[in-house]
């Protein structure tokens, strides 16, 4: 359960070193090179098992996680092109999951695809942790999925529950924007890391979707093996909050992001639901 630690994590995590003692993460990296033709391949090899090393040995929080605990993710790099110097471009999706109390399910709390990956690696390079510090754009972008999924994965437990890995968030944007490494210019693109980070943390709806996080999670999920139509009443409430994003700022990441997230999951979800409360969501989520 995290609950009981969100508390200490909002006092301890913008410290200059944790002093934690788990890991936080159970994250599985894949790494597809078709697109390339005539390429040792062998660097890929290396920096998939340095990928999954940092992601999975790494300690971002000051939290104790016991196995089950660790948050199930996984991270999908498509590579589209590597020059000699070391140079890679291509996509990465990033999906992370959460446990439904009380039940065997799971479900998708965050699945994005990063279409901005830009880096530069050698074989056999170390990857890095540092907390205050841009070590390169490779480390930079695995820490920002590392603490967006941690931010997202605790404001489904508690109100508000991500808070300092948000604020850790806004302090890797700032360091990488610095740097002038792609996919982090704020309005240089509508679905880059900087537009993602500011659809959870800026305005009334920014503070919208971060709660509804935990309705539709905590409220409604959750619920749901004791009281069905509780837990999807809460849902439909909490749905609200996306209908207000569309309003205002239609063309939100955030909107793809709860499409790609929880449309095959709310028709399952409505699938016993009266025709009447079947009809008021597909009112509610059509226009997205």
Known sequence: MKLPYIAAITAAILLPRFDAAAQELNCEVEINTDALQGTNKSVFETLQSAVSDYMNTTTFTPAQFSAIEKIDCRLFFTIKEYNEDGTITGDLQVQATRPVYNSSYTTTAFNFKDTKIDFTYQEGEPLIFSANTMEN??????????????????????????????????????????????????????????????????????????????DYH???????????????????????????????????????????AKMDELVNVYSKAPAQEREEVFKLLEPL
């Open 137 to 214: 754009q490779i480390t930079a972008i695995l820490n920002f999925y590392a603490y967006l999924i941690l931010a997202i994965d605790f404001d489904t437990f508690a109100p508000n529950g991500g808070e300092p890995f948000w604020e850790r968030l806004k302090m890797i944007v700032q360091m990488a924007q610095s740097s002038g490494e792609v996919g982090w210019k704020a309005f240089e693109d509508t679905k880059n890391r900087s537009a993602l980070l500011s659809a959870f943390t800026e305005g009334s709806t920014g503070q919208g979707l971060r709660r509804m996080l935990y």
């Open 218 to 260: 905590r409220m409604g999920l959750d619920q749901m093996s004791l009281s069905p139509d509780k837990g999807r009443a809460e849902i439909t409430k909490s749905l609200s909050a996306v209908k207000a994003v569309f309003d205002q700022q239609p063309m939100s990441v955030a909107l793809s992001l709860f499409r790609d």
